[in-house]
């Protein structure tokens, strides 16, 4: 098992209720994993207590076989690095950096060699089709262009899974498919495992099992052949609005 979290509670000391309230969730190797649910009811909490970015008041967070929140915050910190590529709704890239040296910086930081982040570097601007645009800045290039070049970097490291928060939540609807399709297109050649937050149903419908999460707990776990998005549409629904 890839990912594995039990017994998982988080409250914020502001808040009234947990917003992780004893979460259970076995994530396999090669699993494409979708998170919906309601805004505020703490899906962002959990992708983070996913990658070692929060910590649990209770319980435990295992990425491929170590206990996050078990490990020292600086071996912590290099797992993150090592094992988990992070995507933002806002792509979170460094403006003063290129293309190419934004998809470079985590291998640089871990002090990658040279010749292997320049040949990796050309790979990931071959599969994110990114080519001609290495030298640009992230301000001149367009939404869609940004998630690549930051989908590019969290790929860098060959992470054993990608933790995406709301990918696509910036993107109309043209490049948000572009984007999917890559994602997708890497979950089936390369088995990557991917857990996605969204809000929207058709870039859930590219995953092959769907969570809908609401006041911390997963309230439904479909995993869904195709053509079965009507069913978790009803599902999610029926979910909101009780
Ligand atoms: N760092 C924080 N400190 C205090 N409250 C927070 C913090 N982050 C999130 N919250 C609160 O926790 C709840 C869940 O937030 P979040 O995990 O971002 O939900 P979602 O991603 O589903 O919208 C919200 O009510 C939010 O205001
Ligand atoms: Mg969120």
Redesign the pocket.
Known sequence: MLIVMEGLCKR????ERP?VDGVNLHVEQGEFVAVM????????????LMGGF?SPDQGKVCVDGLSLYDLSEKRRTLIRRRKIGFVFQNYNLIPTLNVRENIAFPMAVDRCPREEIQMRVKQLVQDLELEGKEESFPAELSGGQQQRVAIARALSMQPRVILA??PTGNLDRRRSREVLEILSRLHRKERLTIVM?THDLSAAGYAERILL?KDGRIESDIRQSAGDLQHVLEDFLTILRT
């Open positions: 914020y000391p502001s808040g917003v649910g309601p805004s505020g009811s703490g899906k962002s909490t959990l992708l983070n929060d928060d709301e937050v999460y």
